[in-house]
């Protein structure tokens, strides 16, 4: 072979071999473990970025209230305070007098006297008659005359006895609550209707045979009601139908559409004191509203 043609065998030889290193390349680099990790085209970033390695650790934080716990509730008024009046002291004696018939034949002694829980008796003594009937008292607010009949017996309805030769022991009646208004005490006939032929017309049964102004003293009691007129207002229009004797509203006509808190603002305590002025009064129905024209008590002197 000539010298020539040994060289073109070499270089060709070479290039044949340059050309199959080129095509085994890839493979032998995936073999010796130096191709990268492949990443998927979906693949996204974190939500919460790491802090640096170099980064203090974040400080604990404080508990927050979660979003569903109710808010610290503010602070309520106190509750008003219930309402209330002393009573009298018992034995403390309000009225007392003398009864004496036109006549002259019937004496007794009278005393009004507290019980100590806003209810009050009549107290009869030194009682003589020498009528030949039996003698009744009875107290009424409106004084009637001798000689009239009784038909409403009263308050404190009670039969002293009678007739009598020595004066008879003491006796007593209960005559309850706001005894004041009561002003006459009235000595009647308490004859029985089958002896009524037996005796004169005028000491027949229910005669009335003396009446008696009777005079209160009830001292004032300590209370913690005070109302004070502030005048009308919607609601609460309505009038003033008697006043105390130091000039305090003493009872007040309900207005057309009066509402009753309304009513007890007017007046400057609450709709609790409104209806403690006015038990059983039938001012107000079963749901707590006013009946028009209704008149209500706003003197805690009355109770």
């Not at 990443?39 to 790491?50: E, G, Y």
């Not at 409104?274 to 805690?300: I, T």
Request: proline share 12%.
């Amino acid at each position: 072979m000539r010298a020539g043609g040994r060289s073109t065998v070499i270089v060709a030889a070479a290039a044949v071999a340059l050309v199959a290193l080129s095509g085994c390349a890839p493979t032998a680099a995936k073999a010796l473990g130096h191709t990268r990790p492949h990443t998927p085209a979906t693949q996204t970033a974190r939500a919460t970025p790491t802090a640096p390695a170099s980064s203090p650790p974040p400080s604990p934080a404080q508990p927050l209230p979660s979003s569903g716990s109710p808010a610290p509730a503010a602070p309520s008024a106190p509750p008003a305070p219930a309402p209330f009046i002393t009573p009298v002291p018992a034995g403390t004696v309000v009225a007392q007098g003398d009864v004496a018939s036109p006549k002259g034949s019937i004496h007794f002694h009278y005393r009004m006297v507290s019980d100590g829980d806003d209810t009050y008796s009549a107290q009869y003594s030194n009682f003589t008659d020498t009528a030949p009937i039996p003698i009744s008292v009875t107290l009424l607010d409106t004084p009637p005359r001798v000689g009239d009949g009784v038909t409403y017996h009263g308050v404190g309805d009670h039969v002293l006895g009678g007739p009598t030769s020595t004066v008879a022991a003491p006796s007593s009646a209960n005559i309850g609550t706001a005894p004041s208004s009561l002003v006459a005490l009235v000595t009647y006939s308490s004859v029985a209707a089958a002896d009524a032929d037996s005796v004169p017309v005028e000491l027949g049964p229910d005669k009335v045979l003396a009446v008696t102004t009777v005079h209160w003293s009830v001292p004032a009691r300590q209370t913690n009601v005070h109302p004070v007129d502030g005048g009308a207002r919607p609601l609460a229009g309505g009038d003033i139908t008697a006043t105390t004797a130091s000039g305090a509203p003493k009872s007040y006509r309900v207005g057309h559409g009066d509402l009753p808190a309304e009513v007890a603002d007017r007046f400057g305590i609450t709709l609790q004191d409104l209806k403690w002025l006015n038990p059983g009064s039938g001012a107000f129905d079963a749901d707590g509203n006013l009946y028009e024209d209704a008149v209500l008590n706003l003197d805690p002197e009355a109770l």
